[in-house]
């Protein structure tokens, strides 16, 4: 096991088109990162540059603090596995697990035991005499990744590998590559445009997004604090409400107004960090989980009038699509607190806004100004 | 409103359908197409005369005496051999080197490929004919003029577009994630494409392969133009021997026997490889 360093790398195609533009990452010794993003990101191609199937255009890809930025594939003992293809279709599987080993002149007897013990952690003993089309998907999988497992790979690879299973097997594949991470001790390299893989099974998360990286953290800190609004809005599930910010101030107090209502807020908050200009267009973000429904007349101050867009039902939550003054504001709640709120579509409905729980961002450069800040105030807890 | 029966019911399947006409059209279409040729392997038994007599005879007793005139008095097993050479040798050349073309143009992105796999494909357009004045003043300056060599290397080339354009379409559909897959493993660039690549490949080429040396076998205007004695192929020789001033019509008969019976037999016994290398491709996906 080694460790990968990438340092300022760059890709561009044919015909001019950059797929990564000063990408720099590293990822520890043992540690698990996931490069996160849409597709056409540039996840794919950071991996196959990191496996030396593609030439970097510029920056330096180092693993074990060699530089291996000009090194072939095959010097650079690394394990690659695919979403699919990664099984070569004429042989058997017990052949497709001894191909890296027989390319090493391992012996027969060495690679009879290596091929049985990873073959019982993965529990394909008895597929080895078949051949890849005649496995399920999930075997196929498990198989690809015992290709990658006998041998001692430097860092493995790994280009979404599950994402063409059904939910069911992904669920598990996802608690077993977790495990498997754990037991091998594998420094890996995970790509998925998949959240709920990267949060997961993540240590931490690389958030690629048009070739740059967006926000390097772990799971939880990329949830809580995102960098950026392209990462506040691509984590999260229903996606973060975000609308303009109309910020006002009277008596020295700060409100953000929310359709009719004026939302108070903590007067240090605005003004740590930094500077608000008033020319300059901020959004606003609330996330749908932090947002609570309460009925049409109650007195808080912090009450949102609308009235209902859509509902979706999830089964244990219930998401309700406000309308709010032309704005669609989202709000989950648990079923059993959605049981009390009407679901006919025009229904007036009202929701609460915690003003400790709204973010702030910069509209035109798309960074976070204004982290929520219950983050902050964890964080001093956990200090104190 | 109705009441739900304890169990969802998925509709049964719809019924299968027997369509016995379309194995009548089969028969019908297999004995038009067989007929033709059962007259003509029928014919090479005859004796000369049954052969050219004016009206059809169908019931005759067999004789070997056009097979006899052919091989011992001819001697075309010398051609049989011609042709096996040539037929052989073309398509192992045609087949390797439009093998490696095709795999640069489908793997790779260089300038002018899309050019130079038009320009394959347009060389195959042109009437052989056309070039024929051009090729033989070509090996006749060469010293090519009747010797097998000159055929092979020209039929080598007359193939190649077909190879290359062929397996180049083949190719496009390997992913190219197996190669990748086992250079990641430790392999070389070549160990790769020959470990993993041509396996896959192997039916497409098999029968890319049998088709060029079809082609290669049957050839006819540039082995009469070009060839002679030493070097004379099967269809012109068939052609030599049974067309005079008059056409011998069981010679031509027992000909045809001795030129497709090899094809048939070959075909026959890779009849699998054929049919499969064929369709790969079009089924996989």
Request: proline share 5%.
């Given at each position: 096991?080694?460790?990968?360093?990438i340092e300022n790398l760059a890709k561009a195609f044919k015909g001019g088109f950059t797929a990564l533009n000063g990408v720099s990452l590293d990822v520890a010794d043992r540690e698990a990162v996931f490069l996160l993003g849409p597709s056409g990101a540039?996840?794919?191609?950071?991996?196959?540059?990191?496996?030396?199937?593609?030439?970097?255009?510029?920056?330096?890809?180092?693993?074990?603090?060699?530089?291996?930025?000009?090194?072939?594939?095959?010097?650079?003992?690394?394990?690659?596995?695919?979403?699919?293809?990664?099984?070569?279709?004429?042989?058997?599987?017990?052949?497709?697990?001894?191909?890296?080993?027989?390319?090493?002149?391992?012996?027969?007897?060495?690679?009879?035991?290596?091929?049985?013990?990873?073959?019982?952690?993965?529990?394909?003993?008895?597929?080895?005499?078949?051949?890849?089309?005649?496995?399920?998907?999930?075997?196929?999988?498990?198989?690809?990744?015992?290709?990658?497992?006998?041998?001692?790979?430097?860092?493995?690879?790994?280009?979404?590998?599950?994402?063409?299973?059904?939910?069911?097997?992904?669920?598990?594949?996802?608690?077993?590559?977790?495990?498997?991470?754990?037991?091998?001790?594998?420094?890996?390299?995970?790509?998925?445009?998949?959240?709920?893989?990267?949060?997961?099974?993540?240590?931490?998360?690389?958030?690629?997004?048009?070739?740059?990286?967006?926000?390097?953290?772990?799971?939880?800190?990329?949830?809580?604090?995102?960098?950026?609004?392209?990462?506040?809005?691509?984590?999260?599930?229903?996606?973060?409400?975000?609308?303009?910010?109309?910020?006002?101030?009277?008596?020295?107090?700060?409100?953000?107004?929310?359709?009719?209502?004026?939302?108070?807020?903590?007067?240090?908050?605005?003004?740590?960090?930094?500077?608000?200009?008033?020319?300059?267009?901020?959004?606003?973000?609330?996330?749908?989980?932090?947002?609570?429904?309460?009925?049409?007349?109650?007195?808080?101050?912090?009450?949102?009038?609308?009235?209902?867009?859509?509902?979706?039902?999830?089964?244990?939550?219930?998401?309700?699509?406000?309308?709010?003054?032309?704005?669609?504001?989202?709000?989950?709640?648990?079923?059993?607190?959605?049981?009390?709120?009407?679901?006919?579509?025009?229904?007036?409905?009202?929701?609460?806004?915690?003003?400790?729980?709204?973010?702030?961002?910069?509209?035109?450069?798309?960074?976070?100004?204004?982290?929520?800040?219950?983050?902050?105030?964890?964080?001093?807890?956990?200090?104190? | 409103?109705?009441?739900?029966?304890?169990?969802?019911?998925?509709?049964?399947?719809?019924?299968?359908?027997?369509?016995?006409?379309?194995?009548?059209?089969?028969?019908?279409?297999?004995?038009?197409?067989?007929?033709?040729?059962?007259?003509?392997?029928?014919?090479?038994?005859?004796?000369?005369?049954?052969?050219?007599?004016?009206?059809?005879?169908?019931?005759?007793?067999?004789?070997?005496?056009?097979?006899?005139?052919?091989?011992?008095?001819?001697?075309?097993?010398?051609?049989?051999?011609?042709?096996?050479?040539?037929?052989?040798?073309?398509?192992?050349?045609?087949?390797?080197?439009?093998?490696?073309?095709?795999?640069?143009?489908?793997?790779?992105?260089?300038?002018?490929?899309?050019?130079?796999?038009?320009?394959?494909?347009?060389?195959?357009?042109?009437?052989?004919?056309?070039?024929?004045?051009?090729?033989?003043?070509?090996?006749?300056?060469?010293?090519?003029?009747?010797?097998?060599?000159?055929?092979?290397?020209?039929?080598?080339?007359?193939?190649?577009?077909?190879?290359?354009?062929?397996?180049?379409?083949?190719?496009?559909?390997?992913?190219?994630?197996?190669?990748?897959?086992?250079?990641v493993d430790g392999d070389t660039w070549f160990a790769a494409f020959r470990k993993v690549t041509l396996p896959i490949m192997a039916p497409s080429i098999t029968a890319t392969a049998i088709f060029v040396m079809i082609l290669s076998w049957n050839e006819?205007?540039?082995?009469?133009?070009?060839?002679?004695?030493?070097?004379?192929?099967?269809?012109?020789?068939?052609?030599?021997?049974?067309?005079?001033?008059?056409?011998?019509?069981?010679?031509?008969?027992?000909?045809?026997?001795?030129?497709?019976?090899?094809?048939?037999?070959?075909?026959?016994?890779?009849?699998?490889?054929?049919?499969?290398?064929?369709?790969?491709?079009?089924?996989?996906?």
């Open positions: 096991m080694a460790d990968l360093q540039g996840k794919t191609t950071t991996l196959r540059l990191v496996a030396g199937l593609e030439d970097a255009t510029a920056g330096r890809i180092m693993i074990g603090g060699r530089d291996v930025t000009r090194w072939t594939p095959r010097e650079r003992n690394l394990a690659m596995v695919y979403d699919k293809h990664s099984l070569f279709p004429h042989l058997t599987i017990y052949e497709n697990l001894a191909y890296p080993l027989r390319i090493r002149k391992m012996s027969d007897a060495d690679i009879r035991r290596q091929i049985a013990s990873v073959a019982e952690t993965l529990q394909i003993e008895k597929l080895l005499e078949r051949r890849p089309n005649q496995l399920s998907g999930g075997q196929q999988q498990r198989v690809a990744i015992g290709r990658a497992l006998v041998r001692d790979a430097d860092v493995f690879l790994l280009d979404e590998p599950i994402s063409h299973l059904d939910a069911q097997l992904r669920a598990r594949m996802r608690v077993e590559f977790k495990r498997l991470q754990r037991d091998f001790r594998a420094t890996m390299l995970y790509v998925s445009h998949d959240q709920l893989e990267a949060m997961t099974m993540a240590d931490r998360i690389v958030l690629i997004n048009k070739g740059r990286i967006e926000q390097i953290a772990a799971p939880q800190e990329l949830f809580d604090r995102p960098a950026t609004l392209f990462a506040a809005t691509f984590i999260g599930e229903p996606p973060m409400n975000v609308m303009q910010a109309v910020i006002s101030e009277s008596n020295g107090c700060r409100f953000l107004r929310i359709g009719e209502a004026y939302i108070e807020v903590d007067k240090d908050w605005m003004q740590d960090g930094e500077a608000l200009r008033p020319g300059d267009k901020y959004l606003l973000g609330l996330r749908p989980q932090h947002l609570s429904l309460c009925p049409a007349d109650s007195t808080h101050a912090c009450r949102v009038n609308g009235t209902i867009f859509a509902v979706e039902t999830l089964g244990s939550r219930v998401v309700f699509d406000i309308d709010v003054e032309g704005t669609v504001i989202r709000a989950m709640s648990t079923i059993d607190a959605a049981l009390k709120y009407p679901r006919t579509i025009g229904a007036p409905i009202s929701f609460r806004i915690d003003p400790d729980f709204v973010y702030l961002f910069d509209a035109d450069r798309g960074r976070t100004v204004r982290q929520a800040r219950f983050t902050t105030r964890g964080k001093a807890r956990l200090h104190a | 409103m109705k009441k739900l029966s304890s169990m969802p019911e998925s509709p049964s399947a719809p019924p299968v359908q027997r369509n016995w006409w379309v194995y009548v059209v089969l028969i019908l279409v297999c004995v038009v197409n067989f007929l033709p040729y059962l007259r003509v392997v029928m014919t090479g038994f005859m004796d000369g005369a049954t052969s050219s007599s004016a009206t059809p005879i169908w019931f005759f007793t067999p004789s070997l005496e056009a097979f006899d005139y052919l091989i011992f008095e001819k001697g075309i097993m010398k051609n049989f051999f011609n042709s096996v050479v040539v037929s052989l040798a073309s398509t192992f050349f045609s087949v390797t080197i439009g093998m490696f073309c095709a795999y640069a143009l489908a793997r790779y992105d260089f300038p002018g490929r899309d050019d130079v796999s038009f320009w394959v494909l347009t060389n195959r357009m042109m009437p052989p004919v056309a070039v024929l004045i051009p090729i033989f003043v070509t090996f006749q300056t060469a010293g090519l003029l009747d010797t097998l060599l000159g055929l092979i290397i020209l039929y080598t080339a007359m193939q190649l577009p077909f190879v290359v354009w062929m397996l180049t379409g083949y190719f496009r559909d390997i992913p190219r994630r197996y190669e990748e897959s086992a250079m006819f205007a540039f082995a009469t133009f070009l060839t002679s004695n030493q070097a004379k192929t099967m269809p012109p020789a068939i052609m030599a021997y049974s067309i005079g001033a008059d056409i011998k019509w069981n010679v031509l008969g027992a000909a045809v026997v001795l030129i497709t019976a090899p094809l048939i037999l070959f075909v026959l016994l890779l009849q699998r490889q054929l049919i499969s290398g064929l369709s790969q491709g079009v089924v996989r996906k």
